[in-house]
Nanobody
Framework: QVQLVESGGGLVQAGGSLRLSCAASGRTFSSYVMAWFRQAPGKAREFVGGLSRSGARIYYADSVKGRFTISGDNAENTVYLRMNSLKPEDTAVYYC????????????????WGQGTQVTVSS
């Protein structure tokens, strides 16, 4: 199995940028379909974007398309979420997840989850 640890969250002003990291251990992230989710207070968890095993496919939710970029570094065994042009509505706890055979980007299922990292965007 794989363990996932997110980092890189923080407080940023609207229009700013952050890069989140999801460090994998135990197995290489390329063994899984990787995804980023977020959950704002009082709201359901929301799919942000995902990376296929080969890295050939990257899929983004419409709400972040053109602003967020997912990438993977095999040498570091880490998946990144680069977030640009941040908006207050991007404020949430961001989670990375790994799935062995998700049938849906949005619904997964995803088998492993990190603990999350808080992103707060001030207006």
């Amino acid at each position: 199995q794989v363990q996932l640890v997110e980092s890189g969250g923080g407080l940023v002003q609207a229009g700013g940028s952050l890069r989140l990291s999801c460090a994998a251990s135990g197995r290489t992230f390329s063994s899984y379909v990787m995804a980023w989710f977020r959950q704002a207070p009082g709201k359901a968890r929301e799919f942000v974007g995902g990376l296929s095993r080969s890295g050939a496919r990257i899929y983004y939710a419409d709400s972040v398309k053109g602003r967020f970029t997912i990438s993977g570094d095999n040498a570091e065994n880490t998946v990144y979420l680069r977030m640009n042009s941040l908006k207050p509505e991007d404020t949430a706890v961001y989670y990375c997840a790994a799935g062995q055979n998700p049938t849906s980007w949005y619904r997964g299922p995803y088998d492993y989850w990190g603990q999350g990292t808080q992103v707060t965007v001030s207006s």
